[in-house]
Protein backbone atom coordinates (compact mmCIF):
# COMPACT_ATOMS: atom_id res chain seq x y z
CA UNK A 1 0.00 0.00 0.00
CA UNK A 2 1.40 3.17 -1.39
CA UNK A 3 2.44 5.91 1.82
CA UNK A 4 1.36 9.33 2.29
CA UNK A 5 4.84 10.44 1.45
CA UNK A 6 4.41 8.31 -2.35
CA UNK A 7 1.12 9.74 -3.17
CA UNK A 8 2.09 13.38 -2.17
CA UNK A 9 5.05 12.78 -4.36
CA UNK A 10 2.75 11.36 -7.83
CA UNK A 11 0.24 14.41 -7.04
CA UNK A 12 2.82 17.06 -7.05
CA UNK A 13 4.96 15.46 -10.37
CA UNK A 14 1.31 15.70 -11.94
CA UNK A 15 0.54 19.30 -11.07
CA UNK A 16 4.05 20.06 -12.18
CA UNK A 17 2.96 18.33 -15.60
CA UNK A 18 -0.49 20.23 -15.90
CA UNK A 19 1.15 23.46 -15.36
CA UNK A 20 3.69 23.11 -18.35
CA UNK A 21 1.23 21.79 -20.62
CA UNK A 22 -1.00 24.86 -19.73
CA UNK A 23 1.88 27.42 -20.22
CA UNK A 24 2.36 25.82 -23.57
CA UNK A 25 -0.57 26.30 -24.22
CA UNK A 26 -1.38 29.64 -23.64
CA UNK A 27 2.05 30.50 -25.62
CA UNK A 28 0.78 28.58 -28.86
CA UNK A 29 -2.59 30.46 -28.58
CA UNK A 30 -1.05 33.67 -27.92
CA UNK A 31 1.17 33.11 -31.33
CA UNK A 32 -1.63 32.35 -33.53
CA UNK A 33 -3.66 35.58 -32.36
CA UNK A 34 -1.22 37.56 -33.32
CA UNK A 35 -1.06 36.62 -36.73
CA UNK A 36 -4.85 36.96 -36.56
CA UNK A 37 -5.68 40.86 -37.48
CA UNK A 38 -9.46 41.98 -37.21
CA UNK A 39 -9.91 44.62 -39.73
CA UNK A 40 -12.86 46.71 -40.70
CA UNK A 41 -14.77 46.07 -43.88
CA UNK A 42 -12.94 49.45 -46.46
CA UNK A 43 -9.51 48.30 -45.02
CA UNK A 44 -10.08 44.66 -45.89
CA UNK A 45 -11.20 45.89 -49.68
CA UNK A 46 -7.99 48.77 -48.97
CA UNK A 47 -5.68 45.35 -48.98
CA UNK A 48 -7.14 43.15 -51.72
CA UNK A 49 -6.77 46.11 -54.06
CA UNK A 50 -2.93 46.85 -52.96
CA UNK A 51 -2.35 42.80 -53.62
CA UNK A 52 -1.98 41.76 -50.23
CA UNK A 53 -3.96 39.51 -50.00
CA UNK A 54 -3.99 36.40 -52.35
CA UNK A 55 -7.15 34.01 -51.36
CA UNK A 56 -10.02 34.81 -49.53
CA UNK A 57 -12.38 31.91 -47.84
CA UNK A 58 -16.50 33.79 -47.73
CA UNK A 59 -18.31 32.34 -45.13
CA UNK A 60 -22.09 33.48 -43.84
CA UNK A 61 -20.81 35.82 -40.88
CA UNK A 62 -16.78 36.35 -42.18
CA UNK A 63 -14.17 36.87 -44.80
CA UNK A 64 -10.75 35.52 -43.95
CA UNK A 65 -8.04 36.66 -46.06
CA UNK A 66 -4.65 35.53 -46.53
CA UNK A 67 -1.74 37.27 -46.58
CA UNK A 68 0.15 36.68 -50.04
CA UNK A 69 3.75 35.94 -50.19
CA UNK A 70 6.22 38.38 -51.72
CA UNK A 71 8.35 37.07 -54.44
CA UNK A 72 11.64 35.57 -53.20
CA UNK A 73 9.87 34.32 -50.15
CA UNK A 74 9.96 30.86 -49.21
CA UNK A 75 6.06 29.64 -48.09
CA UNK A 76 5.69 29.32 -44.21
CA UNK A 77 4.13 26.69 -42.35
CA UNK A 78 1.61 28.87 -41.07
CA UNK A 79 0.55 32.40 -42.84
CA UNK A 80 2.37 35.09 -41.71
CA UNK A 81 -1.09 37.34 -41.54
CA UNK A 82 -4.40 36.09 -41.61
CA UNK A 83 -7.32 39.23 -41.84
CA UNK A 84 -10.30 38.90 -40.24
CA UNK A 85 -13.37 41.00 -41.40
CA UNK A 86 -17.80 40.48 -40.71
CA UNK A 87 -19.03 40.14 -44.06
CA UNK A 88 -21.42 42.50 -45.21
CA UNK A 89 -24.54 42.80 -48.18
CA UNK A 90 -22.39 43.25 -50.70
CA UNK A 91 -23.09 42.35 -54.44
CA UNK A 92 -20.26 43.85 -55.96
CA UNK A 93 -17.97 41.55 -53.61
CA UNK A 94 -17.22 38.62 -56.08
CA UNK A 95 -16.78 40.70 -59.37
CA UNK A 96 -14.27 42.84 -57.11
CA UNK A 97 -12.01 39.81 -55.83
CA UNK A 98 -11.73 38.34 -59.14
CA UNK A 99 -10.53 41.91 -61.11
CA UNK A 100 -7.85 41.84 -58.29
CA UNK A 101 -7.18 38.00 -59.22
CA UNK A 102 -8.16 37.25 -55.53
CA UNK A 103 -9.17 33.01 -55.16
CA UNK A 104 -12.28 32.93 -53.62
CA UNK A 105 -13.04 30.10 -51.77
CA UNK A 106 -16.25 29.19 -50.03
CA UNK A 107 -17.13 27.25 -47.17
CA UNK A 108 -20.07 26.08 -45.40
CA UNK A 109 -20.34 26.29 -41.83
CA UNK A 110 -21.85 23.23 -40.05
CA UNK A 111 -24.35 24.11 -37.10
CA UNK A 112 -25.23 20.88 -36.49
CA UNK A 113 -22.71 20.19 -33.39
CA UNK A 114 -23.26 23.51 -32.51
CA UNK A 115 -27.37 23.07 -32.01
CA UNK A 116 -26.60 19.81 -30.43
CA UNK A 117 -24.08 21.15 -27.67
CA UNK A 118 -26.55 23.75 -26.55
CA UNK A 119 -29.24 21.00 -25.95
CA UNK A 120 -27.45 18.08 -24.43
CA UNK A 121 -24.70 19.89 -22.61
CA UNK A 122 -27.59 21.67 -20.12
CA UNK A 123 -29.25 18.82 -19.98
CA UNK A 124 -25.95 16.79 -18.95
CA UNK A 125 -25.30 19.53 -16.23
CA UNK A 126 -28.59 18.71 -15.24
CA UNK A 127 -28.26 15.03 -14.56
CA UNK A 128 -25.00 15.22 -13.18
CA UNK A 129 -26.19 17.56 -10.57
CA UNK A 130 -29.54 15.49 -10.54
CA UNK A 131 -27.09 12.57 -9.80
CA UNK A 132 -24.80 14.06 -7.45
CA UNK A 133 -27.89 15.60 -5.00
CA UNK A 134 -29.12 11.87 -4.87
CA UNK A 135 -25.97 10.62 -3.74
CA UNK A 136 -25.91 13.34 -1.08
CA UNK A 137 -29.09 12.63 0.21
CA UNK A 138 -27.68 9.02 0.46
CA UNK A 139 -28.33 4.78 -0.85
CA UNK A 140 -32.29 4.49 -2.40
CA UNK A 141 -32.95 8.07 -2.65
CA UNK A 142 -34.26 8.85 -6.00
CA UNK A 143 -37.75 10.03 -7.32
CA UNK A 144 -38.48 6.05 -7.67
CA UNK A 145 -38.37 5.89 -3.74
CA UNK A 146 -40.05 8.97 -2.78
CA UNK A 147 -42.80 6.94 -1.72
CA UNK A 148 -41.49 4.64 0.18
CA UNK A 149 -41.38 4.27 4.16
CA UNK A 150 -38.41 5.77 5.63
CA UNK A 151 -39.12 3.19 8.83
CA UNK A 152 -35.84 1.39 9.98
CA UNK A 153 -35.83 -2.12 11.08
CA UNK A 154 -34.18 -2.45 14.15
CA UNK A 155 -31.59 -5.25 14.80
CA UNK A 156 -32.14 -6.47 19.42
CA UNK A 157 -28.71 -6.61 19.26
CA UNK A 158 -27.77 -2.66 17.69
CA UNK A 159 -30.41 -1.48 20.28
CA UNK A 160 -28.73 -2.20 23.34
CA UNK A 161 -31.53 -1.22 25.62
CA UNK A 162 -33.38 -3.64 27.81
CA UNK A 163 -36.12 -3.06 30.26
CA UNK A 164 -33.51 -3.69 32.74
CA UNK A 165 -31.89 -0.16 31.83
CA UNK A 166 -35.83 1.85 32.28
CA UNK A 167 -36.38 2.62 35.89
CA UNK A 168 -39.14 4.30 37.75
CA UNK A 169 -42.09 3.14 35.16
CA UNK A 170 -43.14 0.08 36.62
CA UNK A 171 -46.74 0.03 35.27
CA UNK A 172 -46.41 0.92 31.91
CA UNK A 173 -43.20 -1.91 31.46
CA UNK A 174 -45.79 -4.27 33.05
CA UNK A 175 -47.71 -3.35 30.33
CA UNK A 176 -45.07 -3.51 27.27
CA UNK A 177 -44.08 -6.58 28.37
CA UNK A 178 -47.46 -7.63 28.14
CA UNK A 179 -47.85 -6.90 24.14
CA UNK A 180 -44.48 -8.46 23.80
CA UNK A 181 -45.89 -11.90 25.34
CA UNK A 182 -49.06 -11.38 22.52
CA UNK A 183 -46.16 -11.08 19.66
CA UNK A 184 -44.01 -14.30 20.79
CA UNK A 185 -46.80 -16.76 22.37
CA UNK A 186 -50.36 -15.70 20.55
CA UNK A 187 -51.78 -18.65 20.83
CA UNK A 188 -51.95 -18.42 24.73
CA UNK A 189 -54.26 -15.60 24.80
CA UNK A 190 -55.85 -16.66 21.29
CA UNK A 191 -57.05 -19.70 22.86
CA UNK A 192 -59.51 -18.06 25.19
CA UNK A 193 -60.39 -15.50 23.09
CA UNK A 194 -58.60 -12.81 23.77
CA UNK A 195 -57.54 -10.48 20.60
CA UNK A 196 -53.95 -8.61 19.84
CA UNK A 197 -54.07 -4.74 20.69
CA UNK A 198 -53.48 -3.23 17.52
CA UNK A 199 -52.28 -0.06 18.90
CA UNK A 200 -50.31 1.41 22.05
CA UNK A 201 -49.93 5.10 22.63
CA UNK A 202 -47.33 5.87 25.22
CA UNK A 203 -48.52 9.06 26.77
CA UNK A 204 -46.53 11.77 29.41
CA UNK A 205 -44.42 14.75 29.88
CA UNK A 206 -41.60 15.46 27.85
CA UNK A 207 -37.94 13.29 29.69
CA UNK A 208 -40.14 10.59 31.29
CA UNK A 209 -38.66 7.72 29.13
CA UNK A 210 -41.54 6.99 26.23
CA UNK A 211 -38.65 6.86 23.72
CA UNK A 212 -36.33 4.88 25.91
CA UNK A 213 -39.25 2.47 26.31
CA UNK A 214 -39.88 1.95 22.94
CA UNK A 215 -35.80 1.20 22.82
CA UNK A 216 -36.39 -1.60 25.32
CA UNK A 217 -39.48 -3.07 23.97
CA UNK A 218 -36.84 -3.29 20.45
CA UNK A 219 -34.26 -4.65 22.76
CA UNK A 220 -36.66 -7.34 24.08
CA UNK A 221 -38.56 -7.94 21.56
CA UNK A 222 -38.07 -10.60 19.38
CA UNK A 223 -39.58 -9.99 16.96
CA UNK A 224 -38.58 -7.52 14.25
CA UNK A 225 -39.43 -4.24 15.19
CA UNK A 226 -39.85 -1.03 12.48
CA UNK A 227 -38.91 2.46 14.00
CA UNK A 228 -39.97 5.85 12.31
CA UNK A 229 -40.94 9.83 13.09
CA UNK A 230 -44.00 10.51 12.75
CA UNK A 231 -42.49 13.74 10.51
CA UNK A 232 -40.91 11.45 8.11
CA UNK A 233 -44.60 10.87 6.54
CA UNK A 234 -45.18 14.07 5.50
CA UNK A 235 -43.67 15.78 2.49
CA UNK A 236 -43.98 18.70 0.53
CA UNK A 237 -45.09 16.72 -2.36
CA UNK A 238 -49.09 15.67 -1.96
CA UNK A 239 -49.52 11.91 -1.75
CA UNK A 240 -46.19 10.88 -0.51
CA UNK A 241 -47.43 10.61 2.93
CA UNK A 242 -50.11 8.44 2.48
CA UNK A 243 -47.85 6.36 0.09
CA UNK A 244 -45.11 6.10 2.59
CA UNK A 245 -47.66 4.98 4.96
CA UNK A 246 -48.99 2.11 2.62
CA UNK A 247 -45.63 0.88 1.97
CA UNK A 248 -45.11 0.49 5.76
CA UNK A 249 -47.85 -1.32 6.68
CA UNK A 250 -47.51 -3.84 3.58
CA UNK A 251 -43.39 -4.56 4.75
CA UNK A 252 -44.47 -4.87 8.51
CA UNK A 253 -47.61 -7.08 7.59
CA UNK A 254 -44.70 -9.41 5.45
CA UNK A 255 -42.71 -9.87 8.72
CA UNK A 256 -45.76 -10.00 10.87
CA UNK A 257 -46.06 -10.47 13.98
CA UNK A 258 -43.91 -7.59 14.14
CA UNK A 259 -43.78 -4.33 16.49
CA UNK A 260 -43.87 -0.52 14.23
CA UNK A 261 -42.69 2.33 16.22
CA UNK A 262 -44.29 5.84 15.69
CA UNK A 263 -42.56 8.69 17.87
CA UNK A 264 -43.63 11.86 18.06
CA UNK A 265 -47.02 10.81 16.82
CA UNK A 266 -48.39 14.83 17.04
CA UNK A 267 -46.78 15.64 13.83
CA UNK A 268 -48.68 12.80 11.98
CA UNK A 269 -52.02 12.13 14.21
CA UNK A 270 -53.29 15.95 14.70
CA UNK A 271 -56.80 16.82 14.51
CA UNK A 272 -58.29 17.29 11.38
CA UNK A 273 -60.40 19.97 9.57
CA UNK A 274 -58.28 22.60 10.87
CA UNK A 275 -55.01 22.82 8.75
CA UNK A 276 -54.85 25.70 6.52
CA UNK A 277 -56.11 23.71 2.84
CA UNK A 278 -59.33 22.18 4.93
CA UNK A 279 -59.63 18.16 4.24
CA UNK A 280 -56.96 18.31 1.10
CA UNK A 281 -54.09 19.34 3.17
CA UNK A 282 -51.08 16.54 2.97
CA UNK A 283 -51.06 15.61 6.47
CA UNK A 284 -54.86 14.66 6.81
CA UNK A 285 -54.66 12.51 3.48
CA UNK A 286 -51.72 10.82 5.80
CA UNK A 287 -53.64 10.41 8.69
CA UNK A 288 -56.81 9.06 7.11
CA UNK A 289 -54.46 6.58 5.40
CA UNK A 290 -52.79 5.52 8.91
CA UNK A 291 -56.48 5.44 10.21
CA UNK A 292 -57.82 2.96 7.42
CA UNK A 293 -54.54 0.62 8.19
CA UNK A 294 -55.08 0.10 11.53
CA UNK A 295 -58.54 -0.60 10.94
CA UNK A 296 -59.82 -0.95 7.39
CA UNK A 297 -61.52 -3.60 5.90
CA UNK A 298 -58.17 -5.15 5.37
CA UNK A 299 -56.94 -7.02 8.62
CA UNK A 300 -53.71 -6.44 9.76
CA UNK A 301 -52.74 -9.38 11.82
CA UNK A 302 -49.90 -9.37 14.34
CA UNK A 303 -48.74 -6.01 13.20
CA UNK A 304 -48.82 -3.55 16.76
CA UNK A 305 -48.66 -0.13 16.16
CA UNK A 306 -46.43 1.53 19.19
CA UNK A 307 -46.43 5.45 19.79
CA UNK A 308 -45.58 7.54 21.75
CA UNK A 309 -46.42 12.08 22.46
CA UNK A 310 -46.69 14.48 24.68
CA UNK A 311 -49.55 16.34 23.25
CA UNK A 312 -52.27 14.01 23.29
CA UNK A 313 -54.63 17.11 23.64
CA UNK A 314 -54.22 17.74 19.79
CA UNK A 315 -54.76 14.10 18.33
CA UNK A 316 -57.25 13.06 16.24
CA UNK A 317 -60.11 11.30 18.46
CA UNK A 318 -60.43 8.41 15.74
CA UNK A 319 -56.69 7.73 16.50
CA UNK A 320 -57.89 7.19 20.28
CA UNK A 321 -61.12 5.02 19.90
CA UNK A 322 -60.57 1.37 20.83
CA UNK A 323 -59.78 -1.05 17.81
CA UNK A 324 -56.96 1.37 16.85
CA UNK A 325 -55.17 2.63 19.87
CA UNK A 326 -56.24 0.31 22.49
CA UNK A 327 -54.24 0.82 25.07
CA UNK A 328 -53.42 4.67 26.38
CA UNK A 329 -50.30 3.92 28.73
CA UNK A 330 -49.32 6.82 31.09
CA UNK A 331 -45.52 7.67 31.38
CA UNK A 332 -45.47 10.52 33.80
CA UNK A 333 -43.26 11.81 36.54
CA UNK A 334 -41.67 9.22 39.06
CA UNK A 335 -42.41 9.34 42.73
CA UNK A 336 -39.85 8.67 45.29
CA UNK A 337 -38.85 5.11 44.69
CA UNK A 338 -39.31 5.80 41.14
CA UNK A 339 -36.73 8.30 41.12
CA UNK A 340 -34.31 6.40 43.74
CA UNK A 341 -34.44 3.65 41.15
CA UNK A 342 -33.45 5.91 37.90
CA UNK A 343 -30.49 7.25 40.07
CA UNK A 344 -29.32 3.80 40.66
CA UNK A 345 -29.53 2.88 37.30
CA UNK A 346 -27.91 6.16 36.08
CA UNK A 347 -25.21 6.00 38.70
CA UNK A 348 -23.38 2.58 38.21
CA UNK A 349 -21.01 3.71 35.94
CA UNK A 350 -19.90 6.66 38.22
CA UNK A 351 -17.54 6.81 40.90
CA UNK A 352 -19.58 7.99 43.70
CA UNK A 353 -18.20 8.97 47.18
CA UNK A 354 -19.09 6.99 50.19
CA UNK A 355 -20.85 10.49 51.99
CA UNK A 356 -23.44 10.11 48.77
CA UNK A 357 -26.79 9.38 49.28
CA UNK A 358 -28.63 8.50 46.72
CA UNK A 359 -32.10 8.24 48.95
CA UNK A 360 -31.64 11.50 50.10
CA UNK A 361 -31.15 12.53 46.64
CA UNK A 362 -34.02 11.08 45.33
CA UNK A 363 -36.03 12.96 48.22
CA UNK A 364 -34.60 16.26 47.27
CA UNK A 365 -35.86 15.84 43.60
CA UNK A 366 -39.46 15.53 43.46
CA UNK A 367 -41.21 16.52 40.02
CA UNK A 368 -37.96 15.63 37.97
CA UNK A 369 -38.12 13.62 35.06
CA UNK A 370 -36.13 10.96 34.25
CA UNK A 371 -34.04 12.59 31.74
CA UNK A 372 -33.25 15.64 34.33
CA UNK A 373 -32.21 13.04 37.23
CA UNK A 374 -30.22 11.37 34.32
CA UNK A 375 -28.64 14.83 33.56
CA UNK A 376 -28.04 15.81 37.26
CA UNK A 377 -25.83 12.44 37.57
CA UNK A 378 -24.11 13.88 34.46
CA UNK A 379 -23.69 17.09 35.20
CA UNK A 380 -22.28 16.29 38.77
CA UNK A 381 -19.53 13.72 37.20
CA UNK A 382 -18.42 16.51 34.73
CA UNK A 383 -18.15 18.71 37.50
CA UNK A 384 -16.19 16.43 39.43
CA UNK A 385 -13.69 15.60 36.22
CA UNK A 386 -13.43 19.66 35.37
CA UNK A 387 -11.89 19.66 39.13
CA UNK A 388 -9.41 17.43 39.25
CA UNK A 389 -11.37 14.80 42.04
CA UNK A 390 -11.75 11.05 41.54
CA UNK A 391 -14.80 10.60 43.06
CA UNK A 392 -18.04 12.41 42.37
CA UNK A 393 -20.00 13.63 46.14
CA UNK A 394 -22.42 15.91 47.32
CA UNK A 395 -21.36 18.99 46.80
CA UNK A 396 -21.02 18.14 42.65
CA UNK A 397 -24.41 16.91 43.34
CA UNK A 398 -25.83 19.84 44.67
CA UNK A 399 -23.88 22.34 41.96
CA UNK A 400 -25.55 19.85 39.31
CA UNK A 401 -29.18 20.10 40.56
CA UNK A 402 -28.80 24.25 40.90
CA UNK A 403 -27.71 24.32 37.35
CA UNK A 404 -30.41 22.26 36.28
CA UNK A 405 -33.43 24.34 38.64
CA UNK A 406 -31.92 27.83 37.98
CA UNK A 407 -29.20 27.69 35.34
CA UNK A 408 -25.82 28.34 34.87
CA UNK A 409 -24.37 30.26 37.00
CA UNK A 410 -23.17 33.90 35.70
CA UNK A 411 -20.19 35.00 37.52
CA UNK A 412 -19.42 37.82 34.94
CA UNK A 413 -22.94 39.34 35.58
CA UNK A 414 -21.76 41.92 38.72
CA UNK A 415 -24.39 43.39 40.69
CA UNK A 416 -24.13 47.01 41.91
CA UNK A 417 -24.24 47.77 45.80
CA UNK A 418 -27.62 49.15 45.29
CA UNK A 419 -29.18 45.83 42.79
CA UNK A 420 -27.41 43.62 45.19
CA UNK A 421 -28.91 44.88 48.80
CA UNK A 422 -32.19 44.29 46.86
CA UNK A 423 -32.04 41.30 45.51
CA UNK A 424 -30.48 39.90 49.10
CA UNK A 425 -33.66 41.25 50.73
CA UNK A 426 -36.10 40.16 48.03
CA UNK A 427 -34.81 36.34 48.60
CA UNK A 428 -34.76 36.79 52.65
CA UNK A 429 -38.36 37.92 52.35
CA UNK A 430 -39.11 34.81 50.30
CA UNK A 431 -37.39 32.55 52.89
CA UNK A 432 -38.72 34.06 55.84
CA UNK A 433 -42.15 34.08 54.90
CA UNK A 434 -41.65 30.25 54.26
CA UNK A 435 -40.04 29.78 57.64
CA UNK A 436 -43.24 31.02 58.88
CA UNK A 437 -45.95 29.44 57.06
CA UNK A 438 -46.70 25.89 58.80
CA UNK A 439 -47.69 24.34 55.04
CA UNK A 440 -44.60 25.89 53.10
CA UNK A 441 -42.08 23.84 51.70
CA UNK A 442 -38.66 23.80 53.64
CA UNK A 443 -36.04 26.48 52.42
CA UNK A 444 -33.21 24.82 51.28
CA UNK A 445 -31.17 27.23 50.18
CA UNK A 446 -31.14 30.78 49.39
CA UNK A 447 -28.58 32.65 47.12
CA UNK A 448 -27.77 35.90 44.87
CA UNK A 449 -25.49 34.47 42.30
CA UNK A 450 -27.01 35.26 39.15
CA UNK A 451 -28.16 32.08 37.21
CA UNK A 452 -30.19 31.50 33.85
CA UNK A 453 -31.25 34.08 31.45
CA UNK A 454 -32.55 36.58 33.97
CA UNK A 455 -32.47 35.17 37.56
CA UNK A 456 -30.44 37.43 39.85
CA UNK A 457 -31.03 34.74 42.70
CA UNK A 458 -33.53 32.30 43.83
CA UNK A 459 -34.79 30.44 46.72
CA UNK A 460 -34.51 27.10 46.58
CA UNK A 461 -37.70 24.97 48.70
CA UNK A 462 -37.84 20.93 48.62
CA UNK A 463 -40.98 19.51 49.46
CA UNK A 464 -40.72 16.48 52.56
CA UNK A 465 -42.48 14.07 49.89
CA UNK A 466 -44.78 13.73 47.39
CA UNK A 467 -47.87 15.64 46.95
CA UNK A 468 -51.35 14.79 44.51
CA UNK A 469 -53.98 17.11 46.43
CA UNK A 470 -53.45 20.64 47.67
CA UNK A 471 -55.62 22.27 50.06
CA UNK A 472 -56.96 25.59 49.82
CA UNK A 473 -54.68 27.10 52.70
CA UNK A 474 -51.64 25.71 51.12
CA UNK A 475 -52.29 27.25 48.16
CA UNK A 476 -52.38 30.34 49.64
CA UNK A 477 -49.74 29.66 51.82
CA UNK A 478 -48.10 28.87 48.47
CA UNK A 479 -49.23 32.63 47.18
CA UNK A 480 -47.40 34.13 50.49
CA UNK A 481 -44.20 32.99 49.35
CA UNK A 482 -44.39 34.30 46.30
CA UNK A 483 -45.39 37.54 47.66
CA UNK A 484 -42.67 37.70 50.19
CA UNK A 485 -40.00 39.19 47.74
CA UNK A 486 -41.77 42.08 46.94
CA UNK A 487 -43.22 42.96 50.18
CA UNK A 488 -39.83 42.61 51.41
CA UNK A 489 -38.48 45.59 49.40
CA UNK A 490 -41.39 47.50 49.92
CA UNK A 491 -40.66 47.35 53.96
CA UNK A 492 -36.90 48.09 53.80
CA UNK A 493 -37.27 49.98 51.14
CA UNK A 494 -40.16 51.84 50.23
CA UNK A 495 -40.24 51.22 47.02
CA UNK A 496 -40.45 47.30 44.98
CA UNK A 497 -38.72 47.08 41.44
CA UNK A 498 -39.05 45.04 38.62
CA UNK A 499 -37.67 41.86 40.19
CA UNK A 500 -41.21 40.20 41.48
CA UNK A 501 -42.16 40.00 37.82
CA UNK A 502 -42.16 36.67 37.72
CA UNK A 503 -43.33 35.98 41.21
CA UNK A 504 -46.68 38.25 40.43
CA UNK A 505 -47.43 36.32 37.84
CA UNK A 506 -47.51 32.83 39.38
CA UNK A 507 -49.29 34.09 42.34
CA UNK A 508 -51.72 35.51 40.25
CA UNK A 509 -52.43 31.88 38.11
CA UNK A 510 -52.88 29.99 41.45
CA UNK A 511 -55.34 32.75 42.91
CA UNK A 512 -57.12 32.72 39.79
CA UNK A 513 -57.29 28.83 39.61
CA UNK A 514 -58.51 28.78 43.05
CA UNK A 515 -61.80 31.27 41.85
CA UNK A 516 -62.35 29.69 38.39
CA UNK A 517 -61.14 26.20 38.49
CA UNK A 518 -61.03 25.19 41.72
CA UNK A 519 -64.70 26.76 43.08
CA UNK A 520 -62.04 28.28 46.32
CA UNK A 521 -64.07 31.60 46.64
CA UNK A 522 -67.54 31.92 48.48
CA UNK A 523 -68.67 34.96 46.24
CA UNK A 524 -68.59 32.51 42.97
CA UNK A 525 -69.19 29.41 44.61
CA UNK A 526 -68.47 26.52 43.67
CA UNK A 527 -68.19 26.40 39.68
CA UNK A 528 -65.73 25.82 37.17
CA UNK A 529 -65.33 28.81 35.16
CA UNK A 530 -62.49 27.20 32.62
CA UNK A 531 -61.46 24.15 31.36
CA UNK A 532 -58.75 22.15 33.29
CA UNK A 533 -55.34 21.93 31.60
CA UNK A 534 -52.42 19.08 32.78
CA UNK A 535 -49.51 20.62 33.89
CA UNK A 536 -47.32 18.93 30.55
CA UNK A 537 -50.07 19.44 28.58
CA UNK A 538 -50.88 22.90 26.15
CA UNK A 539 -54.07 24.61 26.01
CA UNK A 540 -56.52 22.67 23.43
CA UNK A 541 -56.72 25.22 20.49
CA UNK A 542 -59.93 24.27 19.12
CA UNK A 543 -61.45 23.25 22.01
CA UNK A 544 -64.57 25.73 22.92
CA UNK A 545 -64.20 28.08 25.76
CA UNK A 546 -67.29 28.39 28.37
CA UNK A 547 -68.89 31.46 27.98
CA UNK A 548 -69.27 33.50 30.86
CA UNK A 549 -71.04 37.16 31.67
CA UNK A 550 -69.17 40.48 31.89
CA UNK A 551 -70.70 40.74 35.46
CA UNK A 552 -69.17 37.41 36.45
CA UNK A 553 -65.74 38.06 34.69
CA UNK A 554 -65.86 41.66 36.17
CA UNK A 555 -66.56 39.61 39.75
CA UNK A 556 -63.31 37.10 39.05
CA UNK A 557 -61.37 40.47 38.26
CA UNK A 558 -62.05 41.36 41.27
CA UNK A 559 -61.87 38.79 43.35
CA UNK A 560 -58.23 37.63 42.05
CA UNK A 561 -57.62 41.84 43.00
CA UNK A 562 -59.12 41.16 46.66
CA UNK A 563 -57.29 37.96 47.41
CA UNK A 564 -53.90 38.95 46.13
CA UNK A 565 -53.58 42.63 48.45
CA UNK A 566 -55.27 40.50 51.74
CA UNK A 567 -52.18 38.14 51.41
CA UNK A 568 -49.75 40.65 50.43
CA UNK A 569 -51.39 42.63 53.93
CA UNK A 570 -50.65 39.46 55.72
CA UNK A 571 -47.01 39.04 54.29
CA UNK A 572 -46.04 42.11 55.66
CA UNK A 573 -47.93 42.13 58.86
CA UNK A 574 -45.29 38.92 58.85
CA UNK A 575 -42.33 40.25 58.00
CA UNK A 576 -43.04 43.34 60.11
CA UNK A 577 -42.87 41.40 62.93
CA UNK A 578 -39.76 39.86 62.15
CA UNK A 579 -37.60 42.94 61.11
CA UNK A 580 -34.63 42.00 63.02
CA UNK A 581 -34.57 38.56 61.62
CA UNK A 582 -34.62 39.84 58.08
CA UNK A 583 -32.07 42.39 58.54
CA UNK A 584 -29.64 39.71 60.19
CA UNK A 585 -30.57 37.19 57.62
CA UNK A 586 -29.85 39.55 54.25
CA UNK A 587 -26.80 41.16 55.98
CA UNK A 588 -25.38 37.52 55.93
CA UNK A 589 -26.38 36.91 52.46
CA UNK A 590 -24.81 40.00 51.21
CA UNK A 591 -21.48 39.04 52.74
CA UNK A 592 -21.43 35.07 52.38
CA UNK A 593 -24.21 35.18 48.25
CA UNK A 594 -25.25 31.82 49.57
CA UNK A 595 -27.15 30.49 52.59
CA UNK A 596 -27.49 26.87 53.25
CA UNK A 597 -30.55 25.23 54.75
CA UNK A 598 -29.04 24.87 58.16
CA UNK A 599 -27.19 28.23 58.57
CA UNK A 600 -31.02 29.76 57.76
CA UNK A 601 -32.37 27.94 60.58
CA UNK A 602 -29.14 29.10 63.03
CA UNK A 603 -29.89 32.64 62.26
CA UNK A 604 -33.52 32.74 62.61
CA UNK A 605 -33.06 31.11 65.89
CA UNK A 606 -35.06 27.78 65.14
CA UNK A 607 -33.80 23.91 64.48
CA UNK A 608 -36.54 23.30 61.54
CA UNK A 609 -39.28 25.42 59.72
CA UNK A 610 -42.60 24.74 61.34
CA UNK A 611 -44.58 22.34 58.69
CA UNK A 612 -48.27 21.15 59.09
CA UNK A 613 -49.19 17.43 59.27
CA UNK A 614 -50.47 16.10 56.46
Known amino acids: MASSQDLKSKWSFSLVYIAVALLLFALMQRWLSAHVENVSYSQFKA ?25 GQKEPLFPDRLYVTPRLEDRNLVAFLEKNNVEIVGENEN ?46 TDVGVTFGDVAGQDEAKQELQEILEFLRYPDRFTRLGARIPKGVLLVGPPGTGKTLLAKAVA ?42 FIDELDAL ?65 PDLQGRLAILEVHSRNVVLSKDVDLETLARRTPGFTGAELANVINEAALLAARSGKNE ?28 KKTVAYHETGHALVAAYRPTAETVHKITIVPRGIGALGFTLQLPTEDRYLMFREELLEKVDVLLGGQAAEKLVFGDISTGAQNDLQKATEIVRSMVTLYGMDERLGH ?52 ENLLQRVAERLIEKETIERDEF ?14
Not at 53 to 69: A, D, P, Q
Not at 229 to 241: A, H
Not at 394 to 419: C, F, P, S, T
Open 111 to 156: TFLATLLSWILPALIFVGIWLWAMKRMGQGAGFMTLGKSKAKIVAQ
Open 47 to 71: YVTEGKIKSVVVSTRFLKGFEKVQE
Open 269 to 333: GKARGYGAFGSHDEREQTLNQLLSEMDGFQSNKGVVILAATNRPEILDPALLRPGRFDRVILVDR
Open 527 to 578: VAYQAPRHPYLQAQPYAPQREISEETARIIDEQVRDIMEERMEGVLLTLKMH
Open 219 to 260: GEAGVPFFSISGSDFIEMFVGLGAARVRDLFEEANKKAPCLV
Open 392 to 419: VGNEELEQAMDRIVAGLEKKNRVLNEKE
Open 601 to 614: LELIGRKQPEQAVV
